[in-house]
């Protein structure tokens, strides 16, 4: 199997960086492309609510702060990789997170996702899969690496 490209959906969570870690060796390895996908999610907020313009006025300051606080993050974790010997590449989304990485792997010819497992706590943490990582796992059109 060619190993060019490589997707690793990134939020900072340490299993992100766990997932990181391990894509930045086998992009060196494999003189792979390594793609770092930061999804801020999206949040529908209930329209017909006597609040829902407030709500939307509030949430498009959120996202905005947050592609600010993802940006500069991104730089620094790319910086990081390309230091230590990786072509890396980063990418912010605003999307629904499952969607957002199957389009990504679509568009940019990913031969390989390598994803964290979870971002669970407490009770819900016994699931093996976070839904995302199950997502991702049944419906992409390349191996899924999923890091526990």
């Known amino acids: 199997m060619l190993i060019k490209n490589i997707l690793v959906p990134y939020d900072g969570s340490p299993l992100s960086k766990k997932a990181l870690d391990l894509a930045k060796d086998l992009a060196r390895n494999f003189n792979a492309d390594l793609k770092l996908l930061m999804v801020i999610p999206v949040y529908y907020p209930i329209s017909d609510s006597v609040f829902s313009g407030a709500a939307v006025m509030n949430y498009q300051q959120v996202v905005k702060a947050l592609t600010e606080q993802g940006e500069k993050e991104m730089k620094k974790i790319t910086e990081k990789c390309r230091e230590e010997g990786a072509k890396t590449f980063y990418k912010i989304v605003h999307d629904d997170v499952s969607d957002a990485i199957m389009k990504e792997v679509k568009k940019s010819k ?26 991702v796992s049944e419906h992409a059109t390349c191996p899924v690496t999923i890091v526990h």
């Open 110 to 135: 990913i031969d390989l996702i390598i994803m964290g497992s979870r971002r669970l706590t407490g009770v819900a943490s016994l699931k093996r899969l976070g839904s995302t990582a199950r997502h």
